[in-house]
């Protein structure tokens, strides 16, 4: 789970924290740049901070990211092969479940990282496809190449998944999900995801 931790931290971290420098931002550059502006907004209120404002803060946190992120997708690329093998309640009740697990592993830090800035560094758009591409100058004089991957659907883009420094969150997890749906029942990986949840 590490790597895949690493990679949501750095994703929360670029949509919420850091400034941003961009030169003739597109659609889809100019749409992530905008839930960073609001994210950083919600960081920003005075009403919102203390440990006693951590749950609020965190609840307001997650409703910006729904609304750029396509859980659906990401599900679907995440279960992989298998997706196709449950019907529409298993496959209603995995995005539920995996949702979660994002929401829960990986939001409870934020506010903890930080960075000098986050450039937008190219763009592509593809048909349905767009890769946005961001170069995070970190604190500590380090940079890391962090890639956007959106799709359109009906005209809305969004985020389908994160690829940090050539590592893919959503392949992290596939891979993840099919070492033990290769050794287990579908079932199992229900009953981990749902025992995982439950822990955090």
Request: proline share 2%; no cysteine; glycine share 6%.
């Amino acid at each position: 789970m590490k790597n895949q931790r690493i990679a949501l931290n750095l994703l929360v971290f670029a949509l919420l924290l850091a400034p941003v420098s961009s030169l003739l931002a597109g659609e889809t550059g100019a749409l992530v740049m905008k839930y960073i502006e609001s994210g950083m907004a919600i960081l920003e209120d005075e009403t919102l901070k203390g440990e006693d404002k951590k749950e609020e803060r965190k609840e307001k946190l997650w409703a910006e990211l729904t609304n750029i992120f396509n859980f659906t997708e990401m599900s679907q690329r995440a279960l992989g092969q298998y997706w196709q093998k449950i019907s529409p309640e298993e496959k209603a009740e995995f995005i539920g479940l995996f949702t979660s697990i994002l929401k829960n592993t990986y939001l409870g830090e934020t506010g903890t990282y930080s960075a000098k800035k986050i450039v937008l560094v190219g763009e592509k758009e593809r048909g349905k496809y767009a890769t946005i591409q961001t170069n995070f100058i970190l604190n500590t004089g380090k940079e890391a190449a962090v890639d956007f991957r959106m799709m359109s659907n009906d005209g809305k883009w969004k985020i389908y998944d994160v690829i940090i420094e050539g590592v893919s969150l959503v392949n992290n997890y596939r891979s993840q999900f099919s070492s033990i749906l290769v050794k287990s029942p579908y079932a199992e990986l229900i009953k981990r995801l749902k025992k995982k949840i439950t822990e955090e």
